[in-house]
């Protein structure tokens, strides 16, 4: 690394930088050179050592001219770790981090990741001219790869001089740097990683497949751009080039992901289950994580029409729904009344693994008392039982209520009598839905004794419930009109206590 770039480092205006004609006139004006403290150093990063940490204090404290000779003056002998770190935090001073760099090597040669992270650091801070003083070294000493490239493209990316990470490409040959399809996808890469140049990216390709064929990755990278970018059209265009240039790959389940993404965040939800059944035609399925993200935005929707054929393709592969998503699901297809579809996922969840829970079980049994399916409810509510997950209290309360609606008092019985020997609480709403059913039914003994019972164990009994009671015994004459007065003594005794 010689003076003269050095005194570029130094003054930032003498670096001129690759002049090539824009492969895009459009593109915005490049972001100003970044400005000091952007970046991490060893004031604030964690686990500094204490030897790079003096060094680093040399380096921002000690004047220009006097660099060198406060870091002999250290006695601090520069390891190749040491060097490493030391430039790592050097990032805010490029200037003094290129005199480090000079008094290291001093004696001995740099390896090769240190080199780069030099030319890494050069780039991220705009100092194009002395970055390839720093390759043309690295390429006198056989220290250049695809790595010390990927760096440049990515720093002319970032810097939005796509025409120099291009033409870098187009040079590195030059180097001895081959250009493969690796570093075709790494110039991609950098470029589809800022704001909306995926056409850019696009454009570049273009320009070289007739020379370097694309692979799997190099597709996966542009759909990743178009799905930032939620460009729905363009996606579609490069999934089809795709197919046709590298064909169906199991293994390419990034590109596969951004391109479902990209036509679900853009509403094509027709679109996406066809392309899904496709996929499943040839094997090849996206990953859990768009599962996942897209069942979850299908729930909130309420929208089971699509969500069904999705989940179909999904557990037809090798993917495994988890609890979450099964709970999900199945209460998605409750809140649309597809009551047998949510006890055939609930009865297919222990063959994948994800065993129900008391959610699970309450949200089919929630939706077969609201749609007032009395059998059902019953033999529901045993099963439940059977597997050590029961209702919950205000699903029992319901459930009574709703099973005296439809005639079936005894099944009602049933799940009061269980409600009451476990306590399943809250049991007030239970024994309030249990009183206003009995006195529906004209089963004034029975209230009786039931109201009895509930007050003397200070179970509440709501006022709404006592005014229902009174309007049916009073309606039954004197006897009837007799053993409400004594249930309201009590009753009234206790809601002033």
């Known amino acids: 690394m010689n003076r003269n770039m050095e005194a570029v480092v130094e003054n930032p205006a003498r670096s001129r930088g690759l002049k090539y004609a824009s492969i895009n006139p459009n593109k915005p004006q490049p972001p100003p050179i970044p400005k000091p403290n952007q970046f991490p150093s060893h004031l604030d990063a964690p686990n500094v050592s204490s030897t790079a940490r003096a060094l680093c204090d040399i380096l921002t404290r000690a004047s220009p001219h006097d660099i060198e000779t406060a870091l002999s003056s250290s006695g601090i002998v520069p390891e190749d770790d040491l060097i490493e770190e030391v430039l790592k935090l050097s990032y805010n001073y490029p200037s003094s981090a290129v005199k480090f760099f000079r ?11 240190t080199w780069n992270l030099m030319v890494d650091l050069l780039g991220k801070n705009q100092l194009f001219e002395p970055m390839w003083d720093a390759i043309r070294s690295m390429k006198q000493e056989e220290k250049l790869s695809l790595s010390t490239f990927a760096s440049v493209f990515q720093s002319y990316s970032t810097a ?57 990755d190099t597709f996966a990278i542009l759909l990743e751009g178009w799905q930032r970018e939620g460009n729905a ?22 590109a596969y992901d ?31 994580k768009f599962f996942t993200n897209a069942l979850d935005a299908l729930v909130k929707r309420n929208d089971a029409h699509h969500a069904v054929p999705m989940w179909d393709v999904m557990v037809s592969g090798e993917l495994v729904p988890n609890l979450i998503m099964y709970n999900a699901m199945i209460g998605l297809l409750c809140n649309n009344v597809a009551i047998d ?24 049994f929630e939706c077969l008392v609201k749609n007032k399916k009395a059998r059902e409810t019953e033999s529901f509510f045993f099963e439940m039982i059977k597997n050590e997950w029961p209702p919950t209290g205000p699903n029992c309360a319901a459930a009574i209520e709703m099973l005296f609606d439809c005639d079936d008092p005894e099944a009602a019985h049933e799940i009061w009598n269980y409600v009451d020997e476990n306590h399943v609480k809250p049991l007030d709403e239970s024994a309030n ?10 089963r004034f003994a029975e209230v009786k004794r039931l109201a009895e019972d509930v007050l003397y164990r200070r179970i509440k009994v709501y006022e709404s419930t006592m005014t229902l009671l009174k309007d049916a015994f009073y309606k039954e004459g004197r006897s009837a009109r007799d053993r409400y007065d004594s249930l309201y003594r009590k009753w009234k005794a206790q809601v002033q206590l």
């Open 433 to 442: 839905a249990m009183l206003v059913g009995l006195c529906n039914l004209s």
């Open 258 to 288: 951004a391109f479902l993404m990209t036509l679900f965040r853009a509403d094509l939800m027709d679109d996406v289950v066809r392309f899904l059944q496709v996929m499943k035609d040839h094997d090849c399925f996206p990953g859990l």
């Open 341 to 364: 579809h949510a006890i055939r996922l609930l009865d297919e969840m222990a063959f994948h693994g994800a065993f129900p829970d008391s959610l699970t079980y309450n949200m089919i």
């Open 103 to 113: 008094w290291a090597g001093r004696g001995k040669k740099h390896p090769a990741h």
């Open 160 to 216: 939005g001089r796509f025409n120099e990470a291009v033409m870098s490409f187009d040079v590195m040959d030059r180097y001895g740097v081959k250009q493969d399809v690796v570093a075709v996808n790494s110039l991609l890469s950098a470029i589809c990683s800022e704001d909306n140049q995926t056409s850019v990216g696009l454009e570049f390709l273009e320009g070289i497949k007739a020379k370097v064929s694309p692979d799997s």
């Open 233 to 254: 059209a363009k996606a579609k265009i490069t999934f089809g080039d795709m197919v046709a240039l590298v064909g169906w790959n199991n293994g390419n389940v990034a």
